[in-house]
């Protein structure tokens, strides 16, 4: 059974006082046996080109087990956001595309919204949505409109709201929008169970988000007496 972790990141962080080398990378994905890590640079790191220039290079050191997530500041000239983003899926071979809510500061109803949205349906990547930490932004039900005006999009909600009560906001807004998926980091294993049994383990995708949570999130899922089929799916 292959195992698949969309959220992983490299590098420093100013906006969560956060820094994951290579090594704290790896250790992680070897340990616990990921078979591919979709990795992006943090939010709020010093110098986004570099950190993203480092996962290419960690793409051709791992192939076929590192792949890229172009996490670029949307706040910036359409023709500037496009020319990186097209770099890094054109010539690097990244294979998504975040929004970042609160590292971004920004609505996904914003007009800088726009672009990374029509970015990811371009290059016919899924967007990668933060949501939780970070209100009024980063509520799920935001989400809710741009997945319908784009309902041929893979959208996957990062954290699925995070707390408890931002997490029904995260169920609601993928029970109504079929493109969108749940990425349930951080979340309880009852909320987990709550989505798997209810939109079905294929709209369910596992995220770790850091180094020292990849473990837990795994031993959840597996802990939690789930079917061979639905286990594969997430």
Not at 108 to 134: S, Y
């Amino acid at each position: 059974m292959k195992i698949v972790d969309v959220h992983l990141h490299l590098g420093p962080c100013k906006v969560f006082d956060l820094d994951t080398s290579e090594e704290a990378l790896m250790g992680a994905i070897e340990k616990n046996k990921i078979d591919a890590g979709l990795v992006e640079p943090y939010p709020g790191c010093p110098d986004a080109k570099k950190v993203h220039n480092d996962i290419a290079k960690l793409m051709k050191k791992y192939p076929k087990k590192i792949f890229g997530v172009a996490n670029v500041n949307p706040h910036q000239g359409e023709k500037e956001y496009n020319a990186e983003v097209d770099r890094l899926i054109k010539d690097e071979g990244f294979v998504g595309i975040k929004l970042h809510t609160i590292g971004h500061a920004i609505s996904p109803l914003a007009t800088d919204a726009k672009k990374v949205f029509d970015a990811a349906k371009r290059h016919k990547v899924p967007l990668m949505i933060h949501t939780g930490a970070g209100i009024p932004f980063a509520l799920p039900s935001l989400t809710i409109p741009m997945a319908q005006a784009y309902p041929d999009l893979p959208i996957i909600l990062f954290h699925s709201g995070m707390a408890h009560i931002y997490s029904t906001e995260a169920y609601i807004a993928a029970k109504l929008c079929k493109n969108i998926y749940l990425e349930g980091s951080w979340i309880s294993i009852n909320e987990k169970m709550w989505f798997v049994n209810d939109l079905g383990s294929e709209r369910i995708v596992l995220g770790t988000d850091l180094p020292e949570n990849t473990a837990v999130e795994i031993f959840q899922y597996r802990s939690a007496g789930l079917s061979d089929k639905d286990l594969a799916n997430v």
